[in-house]
Antibody, heavy 124, light 107 residues
Framework: QVQLVESGGGVVQPGRSLRLSCAASGFTFRSYGMQWVRQAPGKGLEWVSVIWQDGSVEYNTDSVKGRFTISRDNSKNTLYLQLNSLRAEDTAVYYC?????????????????WGQGTLVTVSS | DIQMTQSPSSLSASVGDRVTITCRASQGIRNDLVWYQQKPGKAPKRLIYTASSLHSGVPSRFSGSGSGTEFTLTISSLQPEDSATYYCLQHNSYPLTFGPGTKVNIK
């Protein structure tokens, strides 16, 4: 079965860095794009970043551009999110999600499975 | 960016009631819409994809409809375990955007 397990969250001071990981299993990781979505405490869901299957294309939401970097290692079935220059407003649970895209305009596997999330708290 | 709105923001209904949640997009998104259910402390779970297709294992009391700019999620007979927050997501274009959520309470 599809399993996504995030790790790497914790408490970090403003301006510092953190790297999140998402370990994937139960599917052919290299065949899927991957997404990061976050949720601030008590708030709604916010899309953060996407990376294509082969890592050739990445997009980020404006508020993290120049600070967060998404990457993947298909040999390790692992997705990463490097968080630099962290701010208090980055405090959130960060989820990774699988994205099958829309091959032949068949969008059947868009963000269909999510991990349990990892909490990042930015505080002095 | 495509803005997503949801109504109502919250509702309270009895077991067995029919419940409808509406999601509107600021511009046409074809049927590029997903519905999620999220319970406190848990990750979102996909209910509906491509606006009206039921995700595997999701009870048939959940259904979705719509295309273009207006979409609905319907729970035909509300059950106690349906108490949760429901979100829509448009994946027509980046940045992906979620609706603000609808909290469903059981009377």
């Amino acid at each position: 079965q599809v399993q996504l397990v995030e790790s790497g969250g914790g408490v970090v001071q403003p301006g510092r860095s953190l790297r999140l990981s998402c370990a994937a299993s139960g599917f052919t990781f290299r065949s899927y794009g991957m997404q990061w979505v976050r949720q601030a405490p008590g708030k709604g869901l916010e899309w953060v970043s996407v990376i294509w299957q082969d890592g050739s294309v990445e997009y980020n939401t404006d508020s993290v551009k120049g600070r967060f970097t998404i990457s993947r290692d298909n040999s390790k079935n692992t997705l990463y999110l490097q968080l630099n220059s962290l701010r208090a407003e980055d405090t959130a649970v960060y989820y990774c999600a699988r994205d099958g895209g829309c091959p032949g305009d068949r969008c059947y596997e868009r963000l269909d499975y999510w991990g349990q999330g990892t909490l990042v708290t930015v505080s002095s | 960016d495509i803005q997503m709105t949801q109504s109502p923001s919250s509702l309270s209904a009895s077991v067995g009631d029919r419940v409808t949640i509406t999601c509107r997009a600021s511009q046409g998104i074809r049927n590029d819409l997903v519905w999620y259910q999220q319970k406190p402390g848990k990750a979102p779970k996909r209910l509906i994809y491509t606006a009206s297709s039921l995700h595997s294992g999701v009870p048939s009391r959940f259904s979705g409809s719509g295309s273009g700019t207006e979409f609905t999620l319907t729970i035909s007979s509300l059950q106690p375990e349906d108490s949760a927050t429901y979100y829509c997501l448009q994946h027509n274009s980046y940045p992906l955007t979620f609706g603000p959520g609808t909290k469903v309470n059981i009377k």
